[in-house]
T-cell receptor
Framework: AQSVAQPEDQVNVAEGNPLTVKCTYS??????LFWYVQYPNRGLQFLLK??????LVKGSYGFEAEFNKSQTSFHLKKPSALVSDSALYFC????????????FGAGTTVTVRA | DAGVIQSPRHEVTEMGQEVTLRCKPISGHNSLFWYRQTMMRGLELLIY????????DSGMPEDRFSAKMPNASFSTLKIQPSEPRDSAVYFC????????????FGPGTRLTVT
């Protein structure tokens, strides 16, 4: 079985401050982890993924995420948030035992105030 | 690349009518997914195709829903007859079966059944 949890429904930060969006996962095998962003009235846009290797993964638009196996976490981070980063963020996981099915979190709404 | 293309972007129909949603995956991708997004249930996988063959349709709500993929560049999701509870945003996504198999989403079709 596989699942992912995003403990915060909303995250509010000021522009220029660091942004963190939390994600924890549960899998029986090895995790393949993903972050997506959804802007209003748009589809989900792929940001980054962790498959194997370096625990710090860099993605699009200055975002990065850190894989922590002991804490089963994959938090999304951005050192300096922009107002344009305001959107809905989804974490997703796929167990290595299956080759297609993603489990998505409920999403975290990020609001960056000017 | 044009990305995943979906049509129509918006569909308003009356209960009992047939609805057909269309998807063109990214060229060269061999996996295709249909999802439904609602506030109550989040993102749900409806059906997964690999090389045009339906592999997992366990998420299709009931017999009113059907999906086809006649070739590698086109898929349809049909609802007949439609009901108000089918109102949602329907996304098509595609991926390559290599690497992390990350999925790329289309812009979605917002379906309203009155």
């Amino acid at each position: 079985a596989q699942s992912v949890a995003q403990p915060e429904d909303q995250v509010n930060v000021a522009e220029g401050n660091p942004l963190t969006v939390k994600c924890t996962y549960s899998v029986s095998g090895n995790p393949y982890l993903f972050w997506y962003v959804q802007y209003p009235n748009r589809g989900l846009q792929f940001l980054l993924k962790y498959i194997t290797g370096d625990n710090l993964v860099k993605g699009s638009y200055g975002f990065e995420a850190e894989f922590n196996k002991s804490q089963t976490s994959f938090h999304l981070k951005k050192p300096s948030a922009l107002v344009s980063d305001s959107a809905l963020y989804f974490c997703a996981v796929r167990d290595s035992s299956n080759d297609y099915k993603l489990s998505f979190g409920a999403g975290t709404t990020v609001t960056v105030r000017a | 690349d044009a990305g995943v293309i979906q049509s129509p972007r918006h569909e308003v129909t009356e209960m009992g009518q047939e609805v057909t949603l269309r998807c063109k995956p990214i060229s060269g991708h061999n996996s295709l997914f249909w999802y439904r997004q609602t506030m109550m249930r989040g993102l749900e996988l409806l059906i997964y195709f690999n090389n045009n063959v339906p592999i997992d349709d366990s998420g299709m709500p009931e017999d009113r829903f059907s999906a086809k993929m006649p070739n590698a560049s086109f898929s349809t999701l049909k609802i007949q007859p439609s009901e108000p509870r089918d109102s949602a945003v329907y996304f098509c996504a595609s991926s390559l079966r290599t690497g992390g198999y990350e999925q790329y989403f289309g812009p979605g079709t917002r379906l309203t059944v009155t």
